[in-house]
Each structure stands twice: as structure tokens, then as C-alpha cells.
């Protein structure tokens, strides 16, 4: 696990440092550049859990996106000649891989098309890991994060950019730029795009602040922004017209403030479920907050910051932490109900079908562990 004197280093901070060194390269041939690991790792000892298989990657892996029975991951961080892979859920073997000469941010999946983001733009796969378009976006400097619409999709810049673009052929419709740096992640919700951003500081100091602003999807023009004298350093939920931002929530039509909850910085997009609002803090614990006013309704300490979204499932709520440990919790009060130690640090976020948890850590490596 990472040391204690490095804990500002979470998801914020590899997605910055791999900005600023722009390690990403021209787009390569479907190429294997990982193995499936055919012996699986140790059962965790507090819950006998053992996982299914493991499968290795050269960098970091990204949050995972299931569709049907294909796993695809991307290396998001340390990856000389990284790319997008295709798994099988059922075993781990490696169906195909695009090399994109680089690190690949998480890839999202709609339809029968993958897209993912990386230092100099963004790229469009056919689901069997044909290439369909390749845009390269002037000052991006990153692209973390993708939003997908039926005819849109929408790349989110480090470098204090919003581009619209073609989900048909990649071809930009507009370029939205703010007076902030660090976007890091939009939603589209009735033909507005809610996007928030931060000043770019590599140093958490008393003088960070962020804002939300919200765009037109088909101009591209301001709409509205909010600001604050906190950092806001992850994608926007949209829910009944409210934004959940971090630990805040937004009026859609004004962007005025409904309320702010007392939780530490949020790095990771918040999830709404049955009125509640999960998320995981840089304070080290997860949350599960009242939407309708931010109370807090229970809190769970973990043993180091919680860069990961949780992802809730059958009343269970799924998050990893930096102390390399996924955790399940109940819903409804946050207790315990199992662990599983990857004794690797987990800034990905965790994905959960029917029966299995998919969850990636800085150890090189996806998990798919029981549920």
C-alpha cells in the first residue's frame, strides 16, 4: 500500500501527474499486452474469499465496464504501450487489445462501440476491437472521462476544456473552455451537460476552489456555474433535477445551493440510490447522505482515502479504499459484511453483476471475486 506521507496521491493525483508528462501515443494494431493469470491469488484470509481469476495489466487498470460477457479495461496510469483490453468474464482469457502507445483512461461502452479518453483526445472501438475513429483534441492534456449520448458524446479535459463530439465519426461540434482547470468528468440530463472543475493544484492548500457549470449540449454556451471555496474533483450525478456534485447538491435550473453535507474532498462521481447519496471522501471514510437535505445517515471509516466510487448492488454498497481493501456494507446502516485484502491500493472503482465483483488495484491487476 501506499505510505502514509503520500495520501494526496489518490485518483486526483495520477490523473494530474499523467497529464502533465502526457504519456500517450499515436494508436496501434489489435496486440496482446497483458495475460490471463491462470492460478488465482491467495483467498483473503478474513472472509475465505477466493477470486475467480486475475487478470494483468502493465499499468494501473481503470474502473472495468461489463457488457454481456466481456470485461474491458484500460491502463490508466504507468503503461509505456497501454491500451484498451477485452476480457472474458468467465475465465480471464484476453479476447483482443487495441494499443494506444499509452495510458488509457476508463473506457465506457454503449451499444456495440467502446470509447475511452487519453492524454492527446479520445477513441472509438467496435466492441470486437476494430477501430472506428480516432480524434485528436487540440490543449487537451488529458481526456479522464467520457459521457455518451445517443448521438454525442462528450470528452472532459484536465486542461479546462468540454468538447461535443460526433458519436458517429469523432468530428467536434463545439469546445466549451472555462476560466478553471481539471475537469473531470460530466452527465447530461435534458439537454444540459453539468461538468464540475478545480484549479489544477497538485497540493491541497486552503486556497482551492472549484465550480460547476452547466452547458448547453447542442451550443455549447454557459448556462449557469456555481462556485465554491472547495475543490471539486469529480463527475456530477443528475437525479429528479438535482445535481449531486461531491458532497453538494445543485438546483438544475439555477445552479443554486440545496445543500452541503459535512464530508471531506469527494473524488469519485457520487451515486444516488432509493434516496440516498454514496460517496467516498479523502477523509478516509464513505458516506451515505440524505438526498433530500445531506444529512448524514451513517459513516464508514476505512483506513485510508476512498477514491473509488461506490457502486450499491442488492441493498450492498461496494467501494474500495487506499488501504488496498474492497469493502461490502449494507445500504441501509453501512455495517461490515465482508472484505477482500488486495494489499494493493484501489482508486478504480468496483463493478458488480449477478454474481461476481469485478474490481481492479495498483497491483497490476483485475480481480473478479464472488459476491
Same mark, same amino acid.
Given at each position: 500500500?501506499?505510505? *502514509? +506521507?503520500?495520501?494526496?496521491?489518490?485518483? $486526483?493525483?495520477?490523473?494530474?501527474?499523467?497529464?502533465?508528462?502526457?504519456?500517450?501515443? =499515436?494508436?496501434?494494431?489489435?496486440? +496482446?499486452?497483458?495475460? %490471463?493469470?491462470?492460478?488465482?491469488?491467495?483467498?483473503?484470509?478474513?472472509?475465505?474469499?477466493?477470486?475467480?481469476?486475475?487478470?494483468?495489466?502493465?499499468?494501473?487498470?481503470?474502473?472495468?465496464?461489463?457488457?454481456?460477457?466481456?470485461?474491458?479495461?484500460?491502463?490508466?496510469?504507468? *503503461?509505456?504501450?497501454?491500451?484498451?483490453? *477485452?476480457?472474458?468474464?468467465?475465465?480471464?482469457?484476453?479476447?483482443?487489445?487495441?494499443?494506444?502507445?499509452?495510458?488509457?483512461?476508463?473506457?465506457?461502452?454503449?451499444?456495440?462501440?467502446?470509447?475511452?479518453?487519453?492524454?492527446?483526445?479520445?477513441?472509438?472501438?467496435?466492441?470486437?476491437?476494430?477501430?472506428?475513429?480516432?480524434?485528436?483534441?487540440?490543449?487537451?492534456?488529458?481526456?479522464?472521462?467520457?459521457?455518451?449520448?445517443?448521438?454525442?458524446?462528450?470528452?472532459?479535459?484536465?486542461?479546462?476544456?468540454?468538447? &461535443?463530439?460526433?458519436?458517429?465519426?469523432?468530428?467536434?461540434?463545439?469546445?466549451?473552455?472555462?476560466?478553471?482547470?481539471?475537469?473531470?468528468?460530466? %452527465?447530461?440530463?435534458?439537454?444540459?451537460?453539468?461538468?464540475?472543475?478545480?484549479?489544477? !493544484?497538485?497540493?491541497?492548500?486552503?486556497?482551492?476552489?472549484?465550480?460547476?457549470?452547466?452547458?448547453?449540449?447542442?451550443?455549447?454556451?454557459?448556462?449557469?456555474?456555481?462556485?465554491?471555496?472547495?475543490?471539486?474533483?469529480?463527475?456530477?450525478?443528475?437525479?429528479?433535477?438535482?445535481?449531486?456534485?461531491?458532497?453538494? &447538491?445543485?438546483?438544475?435550473?439555477?445552479? +443554486?445551493?440545496?445543500?452541503?453535507?459535512?464530508?471531506?474532498?469527494?473524488?469519485?462521481?457520487?451515486?444516488?440510490?432509493?434516496?440516498?447519496?454514496?460517496?467516498?471522501?479523502?477523509?478516509? !471514510?464513505?458516506?451515505?447522505?440524505?438526498? *433530500?437535505?445531506?444529512?448524514?445517515?451513517?459513516?464508514?471509516?476505512?483506513?485510508?482515502?476512498? =477514491?473509488?466510487?461506490?457502486?450499491?448492488?442488492?441493498?450492498?454498497?461496494?467501494?474500495?479504499?487506499?488501504?488496498?481493501?474492497?469493502? %461490502?456494507?449494507?445500504?441501509?446502516?453501512?455495517?461490515?459484511?465482508?472484505?477482500?485484502?488486495?494489499?494493493?491500493?484501489?482508486? %478504480?472503482?468496483?463493478?458488480?453483476?449477478?454474481?461476481?465483483?469485478?474490481?481492479?488495484?495498483?497491483?497490476?491487476?483485475?480481480?473478479?471475486?464472488? $459476491?
Amino acid at each position: 500500500m501506499t505510505d *502514509a +506521507s503520500d495520501r494526496r496521491t489518490g485518483r $486526483r493525483g495520477f490523473l494530474e501527474t499523467m497529464a502533465a508528462v502526457g504519456l500517450a501515443g =499515436s494508436a496501434g494494431c489489435l496486440e +496482446s499486452a497483458s495475460e %490471463a493469470v491462470s492460478d488465482p491469488a491467495d483467498g483473503d484470509p478474513g472472509t475465505g474469499r477466493e477470486p475467480r481469476w486475475r487478470f494483468e495489466l502493465s499499468g494501473w487498470p481503470s474502473t472495468p465496464v461489463v457488457d454481456g460477457d466481456t470485461l474491458y479495461v484500460s491502463e490508466v496510469f504507468g *503503461a509505456e504501450d497501454g491500451g484498451l483490453h *477485452a476480457v472474458a468474464t468467465d475465465d480471464g482469457t484476453e479476447r483482443w487489445s487495441y494499443v494506444a502507445g499509452g495510458n488509457v483512461y476508463d473506457p465506457t461502452v454503449r451499444g456495440d462501440t467502446a470509447f475511452a479518453g487519453r492524454a492527446d483526445g479520445m477513441f472509438a472501438l467496435s466492441t470486437a476491437g476494430d477501430e472506428r475513429w480516432v480524434a485528436d483534441l487540440p490543449d487537451a492534456v488529458g481526456v479522464p472521462a467520457v459521457t455518451v449520448t445517443d448521438d454525442a458524446v462528450y470528452a472532459s479535459s484536465i486542461a479546462n476544456r468540454l468538447y &461535443a463530439l460526433s458519436r458517429a465519426d469523432g468530428t467536434e461540434a463545439w469546445t466549451f473552455r472555462a476560466d478553471r482547470t481539471n475537469f473531470f468528468g460530466s %452527465a447530461v440530463h435534458d439537454g444540459t451537460v453539468y461538468v464540475g472543475c478545480n484549479q489544477g !493544484s497538485y497540493v491541497y492548500d486552503d486556497d482551492e476552489w472549484g465550480v460547476v457549470y452547466a452547458v448547453d449540449a447542442e451550443t455549447g454556451a454557459e448556462r449557469w456555474r456555481t462556485e465554491f471555496d472547495r475543490p471539486v474533483e469529480c463527475p456530477a450525478t443528475v437525479v429528479d433535477d438535482v445535481v449531486y456534485v461531491g458532497s453538494r &447538491a445543485l438546483s438544475t435550473a439555477d445552479g +443554486s445551493v440545496i445543500w452541503e453535507a459535512p464530508a471531506g474532498t469527494v473524488e469519485a462521481q457520487p451515486v444516488v440510490v432509493d434516496g440516498t447519496v454514496f460517496v467516498g471522501s479523502t477523509d478516509d !471514510s464513505v458516506y451515505a447522505l440524505s438526498a *433530500a437535505d445531506g444529512t448524514v445517515r451513517w459513516e464508514f471509516e476505512t483506513g485510508f482515502d476512498v =477514491s473509488s466510487r461506490p457502486t450499491v448492488a442488492d441493498g450492498t454498497v461496494h467501494v474500495g479504499s487506499g488501504d488496498g481493501t474492497l469493502y %461490502a456494507l449494507a445500504a441501509s446502516d453501512g455495517t461490515e459484511q465482508w472484505r477482500f485484502e488486495l494489499g494493493a491500493d484501489i482508486y %478504480a472503482s468496483p463493478v458488480v453483476t449477478s454474481d461476481t465483483v469485478y474490481v481492479g488495484g495498483t497491483d497490476h491487476y483485475v480481480y473478479a471475486l464472488p $459476491r
